[in-house]
């Protein structure tokens, strides 16, 4: 979305098959009064009812999300699986969840002594 030329909000979403993520969206701060995030969102989701053969979008947001929760009105909840193959896996997959543990927390990440 644009004003007199310049840039005030970008919204970007991935496709992949029949689902589309909404992965970022910003805007110039300066015209947050205006809601341009909020505006590029109503925006996209305009253009996503439009596009054929793709028949779900993740609001990559969190559930408790305001905004996006009067905007969406059929949110569904959506899970991430990990399977670790052999030894290489198993191994990758530990790093995984205790690193994605920490993030949750919020904790910062340090590596082992």
């Keep these: 979305m644009d004003c007199d030329g310049a ?3 970008r919204r970007l979403s991935l496709l992949a098959g029949e ?23 109503a925006l996209s989701l305009r253009e996503f009812h439009g596009l054929t053969g793709v028949r779900w979008m993740d609001s990559y947001t969190d559930p408790a999300n ?3 929760n009067r905007m969406w009105e059929d949110r569904r909840p959506m899970q991430s699986v990990a399977v670790g193959v052999g030894a290489w896996g198993a191994y990758w997959l530990s790093v995984y969840s205790s690193i994605r543990g920490k993030a949750q927390t919020g904790e910062p990440i340090r590596p082992a002594a």
């Design 7 to 9: 840039p005030i909000a």
């Design 19 to 41: 689902g589309a993520y909404a992965f970022k969206t910003a805007y110039d701060e300066e015209y947050a009064a205006y809601s341009p995030g909020v505006l590029a969102e």
């Design 66 to 68: 305001t905004t996006v």
